[in-house]
């Protein structure tokens, strides 16, 4: 899509959808909440249509007049990680969650759906939007402070937009959340490849303070009063740090231009998380933040999947279909341009070929039936400190698919 159809299309605003995604191990329904227009349309005004196929949910818009399809975009949510766990198999639950797109200028239907187990494409949620209905709720004016980070292109639709929200920061130390927010970007483009990119990004902070300090640690029986909910232990998982409060996170976001969320988290606590398209979150206080942040921003920016194993029988993909993470694959011929004709396929790790890319066992969790390109990486431990050349390409082509 060009950006004449753009301004044909849309205005240069965002169109938020707040809903609630319900369901068990076997189900998922979903349930309408309400529409904000807020001010800004922090995406690409080029790659309206995703071309990727990244994600296991989506949402698409469509001309309402002809049924030709305007916008889409994949993304990953909390909901289908849950689905996942023992305890969806005992009781039914329902997640809030947000859906962002330009803002039309034309009458449209807006869709919601999700990938099966198997593969197949479902619509979940469907329903008419007019650009013109009063009941779409107009995002307050910003009153809350913001701090331009990063600046690398003033014009946002050329930009990789980065908004860093701040989780457990009371008033008094928005300085070390400054601090914390320079750290951030130091880190980011520490690594490669986004060293070579600093001038497709731009990073902002929105200085919302929390009334209590550090997180919340349920095992350790801690609860705090914090802006947006952040916890440990989310699943039951201890270093697992999340919110299911989609409304706090979006309506600090939405006071800049992003395509990104990452929230950080003022604890020393090891951990965090990241979910393609969803938002992004790291303990500030932690010996390995840098690495941390790398890493979970991996899975949110580039969609890729974490590259180590478990030896369990326990299945978080299925071996029959190919993953859509760019760094796993069962198939075997994702990297294949990238793999040497000396390299044994598999490929053994046995030293001799550490430094290679090839096709290694053990992968997404899987220990079996699931390959990864080399035999370490940042998505798979923080040892070597460095992408594989396979992940680099992969964030390499989420910036241009971004920034051209």
Not at 71 to 87: I, V
Not at 125 to 136: A, E, G, H, L, N
Request: aromatic share 16%.
């Amino acid at each position: 899509m060009t950006f004449a159809q753009f301004s044909t299309c849309f205005e240069d605003a965002s169109l938020r959808l707040d809903y609630y995604i319900t369901g068990n191990d076997k189900t998922t329904e979903y349930c309408y909440k309400e529409m904000i227009r807020e001010p800004y349309w922090g995406g690409s005004k080029n790659n309206l249509i995703d071309s990727l196929n990244y994600g296991n949910y989506f949402v698409e818009m469509y001309d309402a007049a002809n049924g030709k399809l305007i916008f889409s975009r994949g993304y990953n949510n909390l909901f289908g990680e849950w689905q996942n766990t023992d305890e969806a198999k005992r009781i039914t639950k329902g997640f809030e969650e947000t859906a962002v797109m330009p803002f039309p200028k034309i009458e449209v239907d807006v869709v919601l759906g999700y990938k099966t187990w198997e593969g197949e494409r479902r619509e979940g949620f469907r329903m008419t939007v007019k650009p013109d209905d009063y009941f779409i709720k107009t995002a307050p004016a910003n009153t809350t402070p913001v701090y331009d980070v990063w600046i690398g292109n003033k014009d946002y639709s050329k930009a990789v937009d980065i908004v860093v929200l701040p989780e457990g920061y009371t008033q008094e130390e928005m300085g070390k959340f400054i601090s914390d927010c320079n750290f951030f970007v130091e880190s980011l483009f520490a690594y490669s490849p986004y060293d070579k990119y600093r001038d497709r990004f731009n990073v902002r902070a929105v200085m919302a303070p929390s009334v209590d300090s550090d997180v919340t640690m349920p095992g350790d029986h801690i609860y705090r009063n914090t802006v947006m909910n952040f916890s440990f232990w989310t699943f039951d998982s201890e270093r697992y740090c999340m919110s299911t409060d989609s409304k706090s996170i979006h309506d600090l976001a939405g006071k800049v231009p992003y395509d990104q969320i990452y929230i950080l988290i003022n604890t020393e606590k090891y951990g965090g998380g990241g979910i393609y398209n969803f938002y992004c979150s790291s303990a500030s206080g932690n010996t390995f933040s840098s690495d941390i942040i790398i890493h979970e921003f991996g899975h949110s920016f580039a969609g890729l999947a974490d590259e180590y194993y478990y030896d369990d029988d326990e299945h978080m993909y299925n071996l029959k279909l190919e993953p859509w993470e760019p760094n796993i694959t069962t198939k075997g011929d994702k990297w294949a341009d990238m793999i040497s004709k000396k390299t044994p396929i598999p490929t053994p790790e046995n030293g001799k070929y550490d430094n290679v890319v090839g096709l290694f066992e053990g992968a997404g969790y899987e220990s079996k039936g699931m390959y990864r390109p080399m035999n370490d990486c940042l998505m798979k431990s923080f040892r070597g400190h460095v992408f594989c050349p396979v992940c680099v390409r992969a964030i390499e082509k989420m910036i241009l698919y971004y920034s051209e």
